[in-house]
């Protein structure tokens, strides 16, 4: 068996993503693998499942121990994933095999990442309308620059039912395309939950999305097309980056990242649509473009700059107060 330090050190930069801000596995490991290495999408969706499996406690575990995990609600989110986890395998097996059944599951890829970078962009919205608020003291939900993670998550009210709903779509399309047990999950935590915290919902949906890997995991070990060359290259440069980047998250959000991370996940939806170099090339400009202009107006409509450089942090004030004038 030939070791592709390459895969490696792709999985290894996924991986920094993962940890930093709760997505990306899925959502990048696999189409990397299908477009760069040439892996076929069943092979990278099993590979990449098993290698999340050891990858995902990495991660969760620094969360742990920071405190920054809701066991509530990852209980209830078990609840309806890890079936549903194991029945989305089933219901790929149920394709059968073939370059249609390929065909599919990669269409299916494409639609995912359209939805989660969807969801990324709700998930900026809302950090922006919190910075808003933070700007005129009006909310005092999110931790202010520079300040230490938070030891417990805040005492939120439990909603059985659309947190079960949520674990149980979330579980079939990982099953399916190993794509959402961050992307998709995070987001919908954080609008079912908008009161914890950035590195809280990090911290909660890593540790969730555990066995609802696991469970997808068995199903492709058993139905799938589990390749252990693959998964030995994404398991060395996966282990190492998440657990750096769960260091980093654990105590500032990534904001850049995301940013970055919405960027690829167009891109990689895109690829996975079959759309050529040059006319992808130029939809990814014409997207990045439009963004930006439309970002700046909405940040003029919540009253901050268009430009998020030449924004004053909101407690500058309190961390440098201007010195009192001496008296004489």
């Not at 996940?265 to 895109?270: H, P, Q, R, T």
């Not at 006319?279 to 940040?299: D, E, F, H, Q």
Request: one cysteine or more; proline letters at 6%; aromatic letters at 6%.
């Amino acid at each position: 068996m030939d070791f592709d330090w390459t895969m490696a050190l792709g999985s290894f930069l996924v991986a920094i993503v993962v940890g930093l801000t709760g997505m990306g596995g899925g959502a990048l490991m696999t189409p990397m693998l299908v477009t760069f290495f040439g892996v076929s999408p069943l092979a990278a969706v099993s590979s990449d499942l098993v290698a999340a499996a050891v990858m995902k406690p990495v991660g969760s575990a620094v969360h742990y121990r920071q405190g920054t995990i809701n066991m509530r609600l990852v209980a209830w989110l078990c609840v309806g994933s890890v079936p549903a986890a194991f029945s989305g395998v089933l219901i790929a097996r149920a394709l059968g095999h073939g370059a249609e059944v390929e065909d599919v599951i990669q269409k299916a890829m494409g639609v995912a990442l359209l939805i989660a970078a969807a969801g990324l962009v709700v998930r900026g919205y809302q950090a922006l309308v919190d910075r808003a608020a933070r700007r005129t003291g009006a909310d005092r939900r999110t931790a202010a620059p520079g300040e230490p993670a938070a030891r417990q998550t805040p005492d939120i009210t439990i909603r059985p039912v659309p947190t079960v709903i949520v674990g149980m779509v979330g579980g079939l399309v990982v099953g399916i395309t190993s794509v959402g047990s961050g992307s998709l999950i995070i987001v919908a935590l954080l609008a079912l939950y908008p009161t914890l915290k950035a590195n809280q919902l990090v911290g909660t949906d890593l540790l969730q999305a555990v066995p609802l890997v696991f469970a997808a995991a068995v199903g492709h070990l058993l139905f799938g097309d589990f390749q252990m060359e693959v998964t030995a290259a994404l398991l060395v440069g996966s282990i190492p980056g998440v657990y750096l980047g769960s260091k980093i998250s654990s105590r500032a959000p990534g904001g850049l990242i995301r940013r970055a991370l919405g960027f690829v996940l167009v891109a990689s939806a895109l690829k996975m649509f079959g759309l050529g170099a040059v006319p992808l090339a130029w939809t990814l400009i014409g997207l990045v473009a439009g963004t930006a202009a439309a970002w700046m107006l909405v940040r003029r409509h919540h009253g901050l700059p268009a430009l998020p450089f030449s924004e004053r942090p909101p407690d500058e004030a309190e961390e440098h107060p201007e010195p009192a004038p001496q008296r004489t």
